[in-house]
Nanobody, 117 residues
Framework: QVQLVESGGGLVQPGGSLRLSCKYSSGIFNIGPMNWYRQAPGKQRELIATITPSSTTNVADSVKDRFTIFSDNTKNTLYLRMISLKPEDTAVYYC???????????WGQGTQVTVSS
């Protein structure tokens, strides 16, 4: 059974930093890209960062200078490092794994990030 388990969210002040983690089932990293999405209240889920099995990364322009995606395959863990957080970064953050043909699509339960003073 494929599992994706996020952690690391919480309440942080504007300008602060967080590192989100996504523990994934062994072998899942190679089926296709792994992604971080977020969904703010009343908004659609938004793709913010992707990493491929060859470790090519892409980050949305809206967070490019502040967010970094990386993976430690020895620990089966995907990360999202976030710095200079803003109130508009407040959202539930989700880890996703999707096969190249889209036939397999797995999601974590999400972790809440709240940026507020």
């Amino acid at each position: 059974q494929v599992q994706l388990v996020e952690s690391g969210g919480g309440l942080v002040q504007p300008g602060g930093s967080l590192r989100l983690s996504c523990k994934y089932s062994s072998g899942i990293f190679n089926i296709g890209p792994m992604n971080w999405y977020r969904q703010a209240p009343g908004k659609q889920r938004e793709l913010i960062a992707t990493i491929t099995p060859s470790s090519t990364t892409n980050v949305a322009d809206s967070v490019k200078d502040r967010f970094t995606i990386f993976s430690d395959n020895t620990k089966n863990t995907l990360y999202l490092r976030m710095i200079s957080l803003k109130p508009e970064d407040t959202a539930v953050y989700y880890c996703n794994s999707r096969s190249w043909n889209g036939a397999q699509d797995y999601w974590g339960q999400g972790t809440q990030v709240t940026v507020s003073s």
